[in-house]
């Protein structure tokens, strides 16, 4: 499912990179054991918009050079690929990693209007996620999980701090829930995101710790904690984990007040 903020986004993301014209070599993917080569010469060869799931799912999962990405390959390809994730298609096995070529790129690549894509479209993501509008499929359930997105985007090397700045002041009671359940088994216990794939990230580990401890972040969250029409939906919100919903709200209420 998609929204109309990641449709703009998407739609954006045609016109900023329009010009970039397909690949005239072989992409920079693995043809003898990762990517079918055939598959490899249609996202050179189909027009753009006419690429499926599956061929992004080979070229972004398949090895690739370890010193940096080739960055008009990389965005001429952004605008389908940007497309198949709002639809929630599965175009890498895991969700943290959908973005990863963007952010091997050398830096400087990405203008100020291609990077302001790349930022809109991120934030209409995570804003859909807070709602609980951008949902999936099968594997791809970290479509749910806001933490997955921030890893995410900390892969792309796009910026962290609007997205946590727009999550603190969100008005959704389901941004709230999604608090509680990301952060109670994601960041409390060990205060860092427990994300596989946040492990090596310092940059992203560093901004999330530094907001979650922040004063302001604890207070406008005790806020929501208590207010009326979030007490309402504890009891009616089922927990995915053995844990309790209402459990869950009590020990980060006393994390975000102690």
Known sequence: MTTPALNAAVRRAYEVFG???PPQHPL??????CMDEELEREMRAVPLRRLKRLHFYEYSTGAKSVDGQPADEVKYLLPRLLELLANGEDT??????????VGRCPAGSFDADERAVLDEFMLASFDACLRGEWTADGIWYDLEDPLALLVMADYAGIALEPLLQHWAKHPSTHATVRFVESTYWGFWPSHKITNAFASDRPRLQAVFKDWMLAPSTKEAFTKRL?????LDQVEQTASNTCAPFPVMVDAVFDHLTC
């Open 19 to 21: 010009a970039y014209t």
């Open 28 to 33: 920079d993917v693995c043809t003898f054991c």
């Open 92 to 101: 890498h096995h895991s969700v943290e990693l959908a973005l990863d070529r």
């Open 226 to 230: 208590l207010q009326p029409q979030f």
